[in-house]
């Protein structure tokens, strides 16, 4: 029972470095959200998706990029790491976008740019 | 810039007691509206979720929403030590898909 699958757990880049953070759920979810939280702050939408091939903008998105291929992945990259990037990152999905089901979130990913 | 606005706290009640936490939010389009519980170095979990006006009750748990002043709130009964926590306040932006969420309010409960 899986539920939300976020990969890696910790991180660490350097200024400039590109990565990708993997996200997977097998709930068969349409939708799927990318947030970062700062700390003691709540949760910023960075990027969110509808369904396979359909993805928009969140609250903050410059400096990232999503696909979404798949139902089951939304993987979100950094193509130049910037220290303002590190963050804890949270994946989320849920069954419907605007109803009244709640998201359920992955453990999350802390990255820390030097 | 739509917005949710919660007091960070801390909140501090001592164990049994009620906790009174507070959001409001400014899109008068939204149309759900979420409370997650979220412990130290942990993801947030759903509390309850609620959508119409007046009060929904689940257990020790009662969210309260009053669209016409732009106002939705959590009661916690009985406090306990382990709802010591941030909870943060959700709400969808009205006729997207986007939920956006407040900054949080820490609540301690004191033994």
């Known amino acids: 029972n899986a539920g939300v699958t976020q990969t890696p757990k910790f991180r660490i880049l350097k200024i400039g470095q590109s990565m990708t953070l993997q996200c997977t759920q097998d709930m068969n979810h349409n939708y799927m959200y990318w947030y970062r939280q700062d700390p003691g702050m709540g949760l910023k939408l960075i990027y969110y998706?509808?369904?396979?091939?359909?993805?928009d903008k969140g609250e903050v998105p410059n400096g990232y990029n999503v696909s979404r291929s798949t139902t089951e992945d939304f993987p979100l990259r950094l193509e130049l790491a910037a220290p303002s990037q590190t963050s804890v990152y949270f994946c989320?999905?849920?069954?419907?976008?605007?109803?009244?089901?709640?998201?359920?979130f992955g453990q999350g990913t802390r990255l820390t740019v030097v | 810039q739509k917005e949710v606005e919660q007091n960070s706290g801390p909140l501090s009640v001592p164990e049994g007691a009620i906790a009174s936490l507070n959001c409001t939010y400014s899109d008068r389009g939204s149309q759900s509206f979420f409370w997650y519980r979220q412990y130290s170095g942990k993801s947030p979990e759903l509390i309850m979720f609620i959508y119409s006006n007046g009060d929904k009750e689940d257990g020790r748990f009662t969210a309260q929403l009053n669209k016409a002043s732009q106002y939705v709130s959590l009661l916690i009964r009985d406090s306990q030590p382990s709802d010591s926590a941030t909870y943060l306040c959700a709400v969808n932006i009205g006729g997207t898909y986007k939920y956006i969420f407040g900054t949080g309010t820490r609540l301690k409960v004191l033994a």
């Open positions: 989320a999905s849920s069954q419907s976008g605007t109803g009244n089901t709640e998201a359920f």
């Open positions: 998706s509808v369904g396979a091939g359909i993805t």
